[in-house]
């Protein structure tokens, strides 16, 4: 079996793939979450929008490299005293799609409540396996936690989040054995997660054809970067959240994490009427519950 990308034991066995998931056209269906949202055009205009006028509005320090590849590089955004907590947001787009700067609009109500905001990139699937993508996600932790004093950064404060496919890279930092991963790092780097709409077995994906030739996951790739294989050493406070109007596979992915983590697991906030993609953005809405739940985990809570 290769090698667990979060420097973790291999994953016990477990069911097929494919095993009670239903056929490859319910899969698209569960899984395809633009397909369910025509006016997502609309919305991606929209956060481009956003995010342009927020990196207009703040201080941003764009693509500091973390790793040696192109893509491995993050934004971002200082907090404006000295010894900030940190919220690291890892975007989605099933590994294939989207950018950190897409995602600038989340930044503005944290960096106002004194927190600093950095959001990286990785590279996409298929030139980058998902287990790659695992492996780059370690690396911006790494450099962030050991390059803290130079980004006025408090390292015993921080926290990672993280959307759609950004939920599963999220929750395999909290999963990592991070002395393991490099000796100089504590085992209790993060000091929470958030996770919102995200995927924590990603064998069911092995059989949805929408993915297949980007993601060219087997059933033992997939359980090697489904979270739930693995169990965090720490009790690491775990948030969860899951739009009200996401499909019945999303609302069970956010079931699974909780229930393999139940010593991590802390609140589910509820996303009335929220979409896959409406979902993240109460993130960064400073009036929503969900932005206040991980404030309180950065210990900023007003």
């Known amino acids: 079996m290769p090698r667990s990308p979060a420097a973790l034991t291999p994953p016990a066995p477990r069911a097929a793939p494919g095993q009670g998931w239903g056929t490859p056209e319910h899969l698209d269906r569960q899984y395809n979450a633009r397909a369910a949202i025509p006016d997502h055009p609309e919305i991606f205009a929209r956060w481009r929008a956003n995010s342009s006028a927020a ?18 590089s993050l934004d971002l955004y200082p ?24 995602f600038s609009f989340l930044a503005p109500a944290f960096v106002q409540a004194g927190v600093a905001v950095a959001m990286p990139n990785y590279g996409l699937a298929p030139a980058t396996s998902v287990a790659d993508i695992v492996r780059q996600m370690l690396r911006a932790m790494a450099w962030l936690y050991r390059n803290s004093p130079q980004l006025d950064i408090d390292a015993r404060r921080i926290v990672v989040a993280g959307h759609s496919a950004g939920a599963q890279l999220a929750a395999m930092m909290l999963a990592a054995d991070w002395p393991h991963w490099a000796r100089d790092l504590p085992q209790d780097l993060l000091c929470g997660a958030v996770c919102i709409s995200g995927i924590y077995d990603l064998r069911p994906l092995v059989s949805a054809p929408f993915l297949q030739d980007d993601l060219q996951l087997d059933g033992e790739a997939a359980q090697i970067v489904s979270p739930v294989s693995y169990r965090p050493r720490l009790s690491t406070p775990l948030i969860t959240a899951v739009g009200g109007a996401e499909s019945a596979e999303f609302q069970r992915q956010n079931r699974l994490i909780r229930e393999a983590w139940p010593h991590c697991f802390r609140r589910d906030l509820p996303l009335p009427g929220r979409h896959h993609l409406a979902s993240v953005e109460a993130l960064g809405d400073a009036s929503h519950p969900l932005f206040h739940a991980t404030l309180g985990l950065l210990g900023n809570a007003p």
């Not at 990196?55 to 973390?66: F, G, K, M, S, V």
């Not at 907090?79 to 897409?102: C, E, M, T």
Request: hydrophobic share 30%.
């Open 55 to 72: 990196r207009n509005a703040l201080r941003c320090e764009p693509d500091y490299h973390y790793g040696p590849s192109p893509a491995e």
């Open 79 to 102: 907090a404006g005293r000295r010894n900030a907590p940190l919220l690291v947001f890892i975007h989605g787009g099933y590994w294939r799609s989207l950018d950190k700067q897409d």
